[in-house]
């Protein structure tokens, strides 16, 4: 066909002009220069029973919904291709906004690009609403929720067998009345969590904007063994939240959230604030060979990485400025190496990209490792840990696990493959020189676990028996025998989820390689719950909100203390102790060493565990040392130390002797390195 000399004009009514060549195949062309400014309609609706107003930014919408129905002026406006809007709604008095519609969520401002014609609905409803209590399992379970003191009407709801009473266990509210619930077991149970999202098991906070059921979960209290199960103190209340918990050589307890100064605690003096020199809220930390705690980055506002590290002195409980990193990182993994610098790897940085270029600290500064680039993505905060040959071994979150030498300007090389690949928000722990365990983690959660054996030529992982229960969000922590104690976690899908909060602890056996199942937590640990090994060889744990769709109001502020098995007889009662008379305040690698106890012939065996330095499921600094022991009088015994500081480097420990009956004494705090 001959090709037309004409062209034929579309002009469309957004006012956008297309252009079509007359010839044998239709070819759109792309506007030109001279073309109409493309535009497109945003519309407002309404939903719900309530009134409200929703405007926009840039101007345009200022659209007026009555009893759910939006006005037929002001609610639509054409905006040029590109052009960010904001949407802003207010609510009226005695009204609710309870939301947007899709592309939109949540009850903040809604920002789109208009790229196309969209429609957003805006959600009010009209109140007041009643808020009622229900039983989380029917049938099961004795307690009583209350409101706060003041609220009028109050709820006083008793629970009875899982059945609320008839009365005292709902009100009417008037919206975004502010209502606090605490809950109560009744003798011989125990409160088990709230089923609503944003609560775990303390006080649940919300502000009413609609009506809702609020589940509240008793359930009978497991009678247990302690000399099987072990026991849980009842728990105490924490003036913030333990994000971040580390054991220091004073054996005090230094932890610190978001919220509020550090503290430290002791059973003897409880909390004592300590102001903390900025915000060190999500960073990285370890213990320095002279005791110190070297804390690496954080975040300012926005979640970017910090620059900035610091030092805690436990014998002056102040802080001291470190040189600042080359990058900023938040969510970062330190790691003490045999050589006593700190390598630093992963996190995100100021600009909120990931940190591929790890860094260590020497006496002077930081030396970047340039040619050992690895992107170790979100969620960050990487299981890492120093192996018998002295190179740093990544276990994961990556399923290819690997080596990294520090020498030079570094290296990474490949060591094996995990078998399971997702493990993400699991616990990884050296439970042995060389030896790893890898629970949980995965979405959904896994209770499957494998271990990693770095003495061997060629390591690989192989899998061991799982636990009982599926988590993430757990913590892993060594005991003074050598076992690890699984606590906390959610079997539940997604990132947080609080319906599946695991509170029965475990206990892996690295002998048999085989789990217990230990008494429950009274309280939820999941995301920034933390656990770690107290001197006397009991375990804390504390922390679960602030964060992972738990805002802080509703964070779990309490610590609980769990006793394992090894502190009891068979009846039940309390395990008579060895007790460490003498032991050398430093103990040198290779070098013998004696240590005092009236008790020497009963003494099998002791144990060096590296101070706990705990963030985010993972343990940055423990790590175990098994010291073999010889009789040289009725109380004395010989040892040696760690044969170098590929097998502990040097720092803050906690010497355990343990008997023939697998029960340890309280632990002296001593320094290894040279």
């Known amino acids: 066909m001959k090709p037309l000399s004409l062209l034929a004009f579309l002009v469309l009514g957004l006012g956008l002009l297309v252009l079509y060549a007359c010839q044998d195949t239709e070819e759109v062309t792309r506007p030109s220069a001279a073309s109409a400014t493309l535009s497109f309609r945003l519309t407002i609706t309404g939903l719900g029973t309530g009134n409200g107003v929703v405007t926009s930014s840039p101007s345009g919408i200022n659209c007026t919904i009555t009893a759910g129905v939006a006005a037929t002026t002001g609610c639509t406006k054409l905006f040029t291709e590109g052009t960010s809007v904001t949407l802003t709604a207010k609510h009226a008095s005695g009204h609710s906004f309870v939301g947007w519609g899709s592309p939109c969520s949540g009850t903040s401002t809604c920002t789109v690009r208009m790229t196309t014609n969209r429609t957003i609905s805006a959600r009010f409803l009209k109140g007041p609403f009643t808020i009622k209590i229900s039983s989380g399992t029917t049938g099961v379970g004795s307690g009583t929720v209350k409101s706060q003191a003041g609220l009028t009407p109050a709820i006083n709801c008793v629970i009875t067998n899982g059945t609320p009473a008839s009365t005292g266990c709902s009100g009417k509210y008037p919206a975004y009345t502010a209502v606090t619930l605490t809950a109560t077991p009744a003798s011989g149970f125990v409160?088990?969590?709230?089923?609503?999202?944003?609560?775990?098991?303390?006080?649940?906070?919300?502000?009413?904007?609609?009506?809702?059921?609020?589940?509240a979960t008793f359930s009978r209290s497991t009678s247990s063994t302690p000399a099987t199960q072990g026991r849980w103190a009842s728990a105490f209340k924490t003036p913030v939240l333990g994000v971040h918990m580390h054991v220091l050589r004073t054996g005090k307890v230094l932890l610190w959230g978001d919220v509020g100064s550090a503290q430290l605690w002791?059973?003897?003096?409880?909390?004592?604030?300590?102001?903390?020199s900025y915000r060190i809220y999500c960073s990285g930390h370890t213990f320095l060979p002279d005791g110190r705690l070297l804390v690496t980055g954080g975040t300012s506002p926005g979640t970017l990485g910090l620059r900035v590290a610091t030092a805690f002195d436990p014998a002056s409980n102040t802080w001291s400025s470190v040189s600042s990193m080359a990058q900023g990182r938040y969510y970062p993994t330190n790691t003490t190496l045999p050589s006593g610098e700190v390598l630093v790897v992963s996190g995100h940085d100021t600009t909120k990209r990931v940190v591929t270029i790890p860094e260590v600290r020497t006496g002077s500064g930081w030396r970047r490792l340039t040619t050992a680039p690895l992107a170790i993505p979100d969620p960050y905060y990487p299981a890492m840990f120093v192996a018998p040959n002295g190179k740093v071994f990544l276990a994961g979150f990556p399923q290819t696990t690997r080596y990294l030498d520090v020498s030079g300007t570094g290296q990474w090389t490949t060591v094996a493959n995990r078998n399971v690949a997702d493990r993400t928000l699991g616990s990884a722990v050296m439970y042995a020189p060389g030896k790893i365990l890898y629970a949980g983690g995965g979405n959904p959660p896994t209770a499957s676990a494998e271990v990693i054996d770095l003495n061997q030529s060629s390591p690989s992982w192989r899998s061991v028996p799982g636990m009982a229960f599926a988590r993430r969000q757990m913590n892993a922590t060594l005991l003074a025998d050598g076992s690890v104690?699984?606590?906390?976690?959610?079997?539940?899908?997604g990132f947080n989820d609080q319906g599946g909060a695991v509170h029965y602890a475990e206990l892996w056996n690295p002998q048999t390689e085989t789990w217990k199942t230990m008494a429950p937590?009274?309280?939820?640990?999941?995301?920034?719950?933390?656990?770690?090994?107290?001197?006397?060889?009991?375990?804390?744990s504390s922390g679960s909100g602030e964060g992972g769709g738990i805002p802080y109001a509703n964070s779990e502020l309490t610590a609980q203390i769990f006793s394992p098995p090894y502190l009891f007889n068979a009846d039940g009662s309390s395990a008579a102790r060895p007790t460490i008379t003498s032991a050398p305040s430093r103990i040198s690698?290779?070098?013998?060493?004696?240590?005092?106890t009236l008790v020497a012939s009963s003494i099998s065996r002791g144990t060096l565990i590296r101070l706990s330095s705990v963030t985010h499921a993972f343990n940055q600094s423990q790590l175990i040392y098994h010291v073999t022991l010889t009789v040289a009088s009725s109380t004395r015994l010989n040892a040696t130390g760690p044969a170098n500081a590929n097998l502990a480097p040097p720092g803050p420990y906690m010497l355990f002797l343990i008997n023939g009956s697998g029960v340890p004494s309280v632990a002296k705090m001593v320094m290894v390195g040279p």
């Open 485 to 493: 104690l699984v606590t906390g976690g959610t079997s539940g899908p």
């Open 191 to 215: 409160f088990a969590g709230w089923k609503e999202p944003s609560c775990g098991t303390g006080s649940c906070q919300i502000v009413v904007i609609q009506g809702r059921t609020i589940p």
């Open 521 to 540: 937590e009274t309280s939820n640990r999941t995301y920034h719950g933390t656990a770690v090994l107290l001197p006397n060889g009991r375990v804390l």
């Open 589 to 596: 690698y290779g070098q013998s060493f004696a240590v005092e």
């Open 266 to 276: 002791d059973a003897t003096n409880g909390f004592v604030p300590v102001t903390k």
